[in-house]
């Protein structure tokens, strides 16, 4: 029997195609395959799902999902399911990073609201627990490319400094830390 991680990681999300020329565009190589051309290097991402996997990450440290629009025709996937992705080493400079997939698997086991005792006892298949997992990994995704969007268009240039990305991801920390602080002083 396939395990749950190997359903999911055959499945390929969905994301909103309005952030198609916003943050695609702008930020990855998607839609243009592997390529040498000088664009394409100065590009913070490579593949598309690069960029999917930093909103997805934006979404969770936030705690925040935003449902995908209703209409299927204004959704895109990458026609690549997540077994493949982090792969490539094939770009100079670049090292496989597969393991990312088993943390974005096992934030949303953590984060969704499965009965696991249901699935053991067959009362719900592994599909529907799949479903429950994609669901939830593209509303965090949809929360990080709105959240990515908003911040261009306050400033353009917000995610343009070197360690903009960085920057923000530390921030989860400090925030963390503040947090910490506050329940030793209780």
């Keep these: 029997m396939e395990s749950l991680y190997d359903i999911w990681s055959k499945r390929n999300p969905q994301w909103e ?3 198609q020329e916003s943050i695609m565009d702008v930020f990855t190589d998607y839609g ?18 690069e960029a999917f996997i930093i909103a997805f990450f934006i979404g969770l440290y936030f705690d925040q999902t935003k449902p995908l629009i209703e209409d299927k025709a204004q959704l895109k ?9 982090g792969n490539q080493e094939n770009r100079i400079g670049r090292t496989s990073y597969g393991e990312i ?9 953590a984060k969704t609201d499965i009965d696991l005792i249901a699935l053991d006892k067959g009362e719900i298949t592994p599909r529907k627990v799949v479903d429950q997992l994609i669901d939830k990994m593209e509303q965090y995704a949809n929360f990080g490319f709105s959240y990515i969007y908003e911040k ?20 989860f920390l400090d925030e963390k830390k503040e947090e910490d602080i506050q329940l030793e002083e209780l």
């Design 152 to 171: 261009m268009e306050e400033d353009p240039n917000h995610f343009f400094r070197e360690t903009a990305f960085l920057h923000l991801f530390l921030s």
């Design 101 to 109: 997939r088993k943390f974005i698997f096992a934030a949303l086991v």
């Design 77 to 85: 996937t990458y026609g690549q399911p997540i077994q493949y992705w």
């Design 32 to 49: 243009r395959g592997t390529t040498s051309y000088q664009h394409a290097r100065a590009k913070t991402f490579g593949a598309g799902y």
């Design 17 to 19: 195609k309005r952030y």
